[in-house]
């Protein structure tokens, strides 16, 4: 949690985590190798030098490495673990279930653990839907994550329009996962950028409204295709993965962005995400609480990021989503070894700005 100089605390939930391993050992193809060189020039072009990892390191970290990144370093009290499978670049898969799921064995009050699928897997591939069924009844799955220009075989992508991806969609309804994690954004070698493409949201968020769709990155670079779907669509949420370290590299632009979808969606739909370990949380979190919008932005769009919205935006959104009883989660996570780290590792660290509108 991250602990205001009055004494409040600001439940955080990183809202979009991995474990992955894309290490040599594990590349398939040379698709796997420009797979992790893409993700580390995200990494190292967008954070603070002193946050920029070795190559190495950032090929491969070990469970040790994410927990001392989000949970003691990293303010976050809860998050949520979503999974990339590229087992087309992968021996091993990137960033499975499974994989993730070690994380949740260790702290299953701390990670939420989400699934995924392929409407290109039938009902019985690696990623169909009897393997869907498999994940719930397994890890009782709250969401899944969504990989629409995932490459498969000669398939270079998919639509959630698809009459088979909607066979998976009611899937989701009648298992009662509810959280479904799209990502529609920026491009990620070698995979196409119109496979990313936000468009197909429109149409299955209207047809399915018992889920929640939350469009990871906000759709960038098609941030406004995105605002005017959200914006009619009550069950489409913002995910701040992507937009959150413009806050270090592009401050202007990130106060725009930020105005735009205040503007649009409002703060009641906008979860905080790091998207570790291409970022870390803890200097996102101070930075973000430290940010103000530029007085012109507040004056033209009528919006303002004030500490009510950032309290929502960092954890208050996703805990209703994800039906987390706050007070209690807090209550119980205080307890835990965790938190006496944190609270260790804080005080040993130098002043952090403090928001002026606190």
Same mark, same amino acid.
């Given at each position: 949690?991250?602990?205001?100089?009055?004494?409040?605390?600001?439940?955080?939930?990183?809202?979009?985590?991995?474990?992955?391993?894309?290490?040599?050992?594990?590349?398939?193809?040379?698709?796997?190798?420009?797979?992790?060189?893409?993700?580390?020039?995200?990494?190292?072009?967008?954070?603070?030098?002193?946050?920029?990892?070795?190559?190495?390191?950032?090929?491969?970290?070990?469970?040790?490495?994410?927990?001392?990144?989000?949970?003691?370093?990293?303010?976050?009290?809860?998050?949520?673990?979503?999974?990339?499978?590229?087992?087309?670049?992968?021996?091993?898969?990137?960033?499975?279930?499974?994989?993730?799921?070690?994380?949740?064995?260790?702290?299953?009050?701390?990670?939420?653990?989400?699934?995924?699928?392929?409407?290109?897997?039938?009902?019985?591939?690696?990623?169909?839907?009897?393997?869907?069924?498999?994940?719930?009844?397994?890890?009782?799955?709250?969401?899944?994550?969504?990989?629409?220009?995932?490459?498969?075989?000669?398939?270079?992508?998919?639509?959630?329009?698809?009459?088979?991806?909607?066979?998976?969609?009611?899937?989701?309804?009648?298992?009662?996962?509810?959280?479904?994690?799209?990502?529609?954004?920026?491009?990620?070698?070698?995979?196409?950028?119109?496979?990313?493409?936000?468009?197909?949201?429109?149409?299955?968020?209207?047809?399915?409204?018992?889920?929640?769709?939350?469009?990871?990155?906000?759709?960038?670079? #098609? /941030?406004?295709?995105?605002?005017?779907? %959200? &914006?009619?669509?009550?069950?489409?949420?913002?995910? !701040? $993965?992507?937009?959150?370290?413009?806050?270090?590299?592009?401050?202007?632009?990130?106060?725009?962005?930020?105005?735009?979808?205040?503007?649009?969606?409002?703060?009641?739909?906008?979860?905080?995400?790091?998207?570790?370990?291409?970022?870390?949380?803890?200097?996102?979190?101070?930075?973000?609480?430290?940010?103000?919008?530029?007085?012109?932005?507040?004056?033209?769009?009528?919006?303002?990021?004030?500490?009510?919205?950032?309290?929502?935006?960092?954890?208050?959104?996703?805990? #209703? /989503?994800?039906?987390?009883?706050?007070? %209690? &989660?807090?209550?119980?996570?205080?307890?835990?070894? !965790? $938190?006496?780290?944190?609270?260790?590792?804080?005080?040993?660290?130098?002043?952090?700005?403090?928001?002026?509108?606190?």
């Amino acid at each position: 949690m991250y602990s205001m100089a009055q004494g409040e605390d600001i439940f955080v939930v990183d809202a979009h985590t991995h474990l992955w391993d894309a290490s040599p050992h594990n590349q398939l193809n040379k698709y796997g190798r420009g797979w992790i060189d893409c993700f580390y020039a995200y990494h190292k072009n967008l954070s603070p030098p002193d946050q920029v990892w070795t190559l190495e390191h950032y090929e491969k970290y070990s469970t040790e490495d994410m927990v001392r990144d989000l949970f003691i370093d990293g303010y976050v009290d809860v998050c949520i673990m979503q999974s990339t499978y590229l087992t087309d670049f992968f021996k091993n898969g990137f960033n499975t279930t499974e994989q993730n799921a070690v994380l949740k064995r260790m702290y299953p009050d701390r990670v939420i653990l989400n699934g995924a699928w392929d409407p290109r897997d039938g009902d019985d591939g690696p990623m169909g839907l009897n393997n869907l069924r498999r994940l719930k009844a397994e890890y009782d799955i709250p969401g899944v994550k969504l990989y629409t220009a995932e490459w498969k075989g000669a398939s270079k992508g998919y639509k959630l329009t698809d009459p088979e991806a909607k066979r998976y969609l009611e899937e989701c309804v009648r298992l009662g996962i509810r959280n479904v994690h799209v990502h529609k954004g920026p491009t990620i070698w070698p995979l196409n950028r119109d496979a990313f493409d936000v468009a197909d949201i429109d149409d299955v968020a209207t047809e399915f409204q018992e889920l929640n769709f939350i469009v990871e990155h906000c759709g960038l670079p #098609r /941030l406004e295709d995105f605002c005017w779907i %959200a &914006t009619q669509e009550t069950n489409v949420y913002g995910g !701040l $993965a992507v937009v959150m370290p413009f806050i270090h590299s592009r401050p202007r632009y990130f106060a725009e962005v930020m105005a735009n979808l205040l503007y649009w969606l409002g703060p009641d739909k906008l979860l905080f995400a790091s998207d570790y370990a291409i970022w870390t949380p803890r200097w996102l979190i101070e930075r973000f609480m430290a940010f103000e919008l530029p007085d012109d932005l507040k004056a033209e769009y009528g919006v303002d990021l004030d500490m009510e919205t950032k309290r929502k935006i960092l954890g208050l959104n996703a805990a #209703r /989503l994800y039906g987390l009883d706050v007070e %209690a &989660t807090l209550a119980r996570l205080r307890q835990d070894d !965790l $938190a006496q780290q944190a609270q260790r590792a804080t005080a040993q660290t130098p002043a952090r700005l403090e928001p002026a509108n606190a």
